[in-house]
């Protein structure tokens, strides 16, 4: 039997609520109840005694709500649909950057992740790297949340793209700083075949903790332009 991940996972997702923070361009979520388990007791349900109700969710949301990965074709009108994304994409050796001590919307350039890199000891190659900023701690989940976040810069993209890093991810709505339009980091992502998570979470519980194992898959949204996903690492 081949080896696989064993040890302690850490969630690294939000929880999908109602009317929860989102990207500023994007509507938030509205999440209700369907049926209620006190509307489906009157069913007709199983036997006498023993009825079954039951209790089912409407989700009405955007693909980039909550922790979710961005498809290639989100900002790529040429690029891969969530669904047609290889899987292996998704899961597979990371390494978390400590960058709490970058200041709400500020750039991260190269010098960061370079010393950042350093830092966690490990050297990149193929990583999936997220980043840990702090946001969430701050400020999740008050309005800013969805305002206050650092970006990466240009350079710092392509810097990633040059270890090969095959996904990258953040904490809060975006890799781009929400105080301009240019998204700069979103550009070269799209020119570089490049995609992220955006909205992770518990990121400091994976600093300092060398390479570890993640996984965080989406939904198989036929033509989707990005997808909800359950992000967790295993240390
Ligand atoms: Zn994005």
Redesign the pocket.
């Known amino acids: 039997m081949k080896a696989y991940p064993s040890g302690k996972i850490v969630d690294l997702t939000l929880t999908l609520e109602d009317n929860m923070p989102a990207h500023k361009l994007f509507q938030a979520p509205i999440i209700v109840p369907h049926k209620r388990h006190e509307e489906t007791a009157s069913m007709g349900i199983g036997v006498e005694g023993d009825r079954m109700s039951f209790t089912t969710y409407v989700l009405n949301m955007l693909d980039h709500v909550g922790t979710h990965v961005?498809a290639y074709f989100?900002i790529n009108p040429k690029g891969a649909p969530i669904d047609k994304m290889p899987l292996d994409l998704f899961f597979g050796k990371a390494v978390c950057l400590d960058l709490r001590h970058i200041p709400d919307l500020a750039d991260v350039d190269v010098k960061d992740l370079a010393a950042a890199e350093e830092k966690a000891g490990v050297k990149i190659d193929g990583h999936i790297v997220l980043m840990c900023s702090g946001l969430t701690k701050k400020h999740y989940p008050n309005r800013e949340a969805m305002i206050s976040n650092w970006g990466l810069t240009a350079a710092a993209t392509h810097w990633l793209a040059d270890r090969k890093s095959k996904m990258h991810g953040v904490e809060g709505p975006?890799?781009d700083r929400p105080n301009w339009m240019e998204f700069p980091s979103?550009r070269v992502c799209r020119d570089r075949g490049l995609s992220?998570y955006?909205w992770l979470i518990n990121l400091e519980e994976l600093v300092g903790k060398g390479e570890f194992f993640f996984s965080g898959m989406p939904l198989r949204i036929g033509n989707g332009s990005g997808s909800p996903v359950r992000a967790f690492a295993i240390l």
């Open positions: 961005d989100h975006s890799t979103h992220h955006e």
